[in-house]
């Protein structure tokens, strides 16, 4: 079973790959510095004023007034725009929203192409886009048009309006039309090509039809028009990792993995203080067995983020490797830093080390952590019972068991004496699967005292080099046992 323990909570990967229209009220905040061109020689000079105060309604009451004495002062059309739609956000008004829209073309009329102003419009059209008002389109697409080329990066492109609130419809109808999502992000990507958001969305829905190829071109034509974007490099090499992955086993699939490297390590300088890339990158030097990168961007990964959880990842992989001593100091770190009783790290880590009594006890209260649990879960049960006489059977009995693979239903049926080994060799149909053959068939020789046998399929499952799956350390483990007797 692979090890892909590690629950983090704050990486960006997934957010980057959402597409969110930006609200106005933050696009005010973000706004709220000012138009930058001069009306009649005069600088215009926006401040936070109109969204301070005490009554929104006694201000908009007050700029009116000095609006009507002053009609052509854009800092004031400016500033009561600012008003209208922190109320319109307030109270859900459309008065105020169509108030606002008013002023802020009042702004352009006097001060023709201003940024600020366009900028704020344009997110407010962009809304629209998203909530469905078909014309909305049409006007966003005008301002975004009198953008200069920095402020069109810094907005969603009006497509990509279009598709999430597609993207939202179908979700809520439950009715998908994928053709229709990729022709509005296609339409962005044309829109705005020096912007990665539609690249990765777009390469994202490819990657989860399992189109690869596509999705690798996509990204790929993204990482030539938007220069240095760490997004984009991260997304090639999540889809590589994702195709090896969709191999059924991605140590059949190397190839994809160095590729994922190559661009994660493209990524890294543009972002040198993402956790996600550097947990990405260990994981991977440890599949391509080159621990001591692995070790390397496991210490960087604890100086950026010292989690429990990400200290007990890097105790794992100096456990996978056989530094038990340095693999139990740092999960001794990692359950002072708070590390839950559900971490499967407490109790793998002990098995792998052959401490099987702590590997109960730790087993126990992650047992009793879970609402469900794996095949593997079910299987450590009983070889931590058998090792310590042990029995956890009621326990298990409790949980429910959850099968997520036709292959996991085989590593069951003949741990549970429902299938015989000849059928379970003929179901392992890669290294991945004949790891585990070759693992739970030579436990099964080492419990029945067939020792030479259990050696030949120990040693079998190391020359896998799945250098991921816990089966690889506890072979290991039963090897140097043998060789004691």
Known sequence: MMLFHHAKSNHPQLQRQQLLGAGVLTAILL????????????????????????????EIAALEAEVEKTPNNAELHYKLGLAYIVDAEKTKSLRSRELAIKNFRQVLKLVPGNPATLKLLYNIYYEDIVAGDEKAFAKASSIFSQLSAAPQTEVNAPSLGVFLHKYLAQKKSGKKNLPELYSALLA????????????????????????????????????????????????????????????????????????????????????????????????????KNLYQLALHESSILVELEPTAENIAFSAQNYSIIGNEPKAQQLLEQAKAQGLSASDASFHE????????????????????????????????????????????????????????????????????????????????????????????????????????????????????????FIERPLARHFLVTLKSR
């Open 349 to 468: 880590i002990y098995m792998n080390s052959g401490e099987w009594m702590k590997a109960a006890l730790s087993f126990t209260d992650y047992l009793q952590a879970q609402k469900s649990i794996s095949v593997y879960d079910a299987i450590k049960a009983d070889i931590i019972g058998q090792q310590t006489d042990l029995d956890f059977s009621a326990l298990i009995k409790k949980k429910q068991l959850a099968f997520n693979s036709e292959w996991e239903a085989a590593v069951y049926a003949f741990w549970t004496d429902k299938l015989t080994r000849t059928q379970f060799q003929q179901a392992a149909k890669n290294r991945c699967e004949r790891t585990e053959y070759f693992f739970y068939s030579g436990y099964r020789d080492y419990r029945a005292g067939k020792l030479a046998a259990a050696k030949q399929n120990f040693s079998a499952a190391l020359q896998q080099n799945t250098y991921r």
């Open 31 to 58: 706004l709220i510095s000012g138009c930058s061109q001069q009306p009649h020689s005069k600088q215009v000079a926006i401040t936070s004023s109109a969204v301070a105060g005490t009554s929104a309604s006694t």
């Open 188 to 287: 962005a990507i044309h829109e705005q090509p020096a912007n990665d958001k539609a690249y990765i969305q777009l390469a994202k829905m490819y990657r989860e039809e399992n189109y690869f190829p596509l999705a690798l071109a996509t990204l790929k034509l993204g990482a030539e028009e938007v220069t240095h974007s760490s997004a984009l490099y991260e997304a090639i090499a999540n889809t590589y990792e994702a195709r090896a992955e969709a191999s059924g086993c991605s140590y059949d699939a190397t190839t994809y993995l160095s590729d994922a490297i190559h661009f994660y390590q493209q990524a890294v300088p543009l972002t040198p203080e993402s956790a996600e890339l550097h947990y990405a990158l260990a994981r991977l030097y440890l599949d």
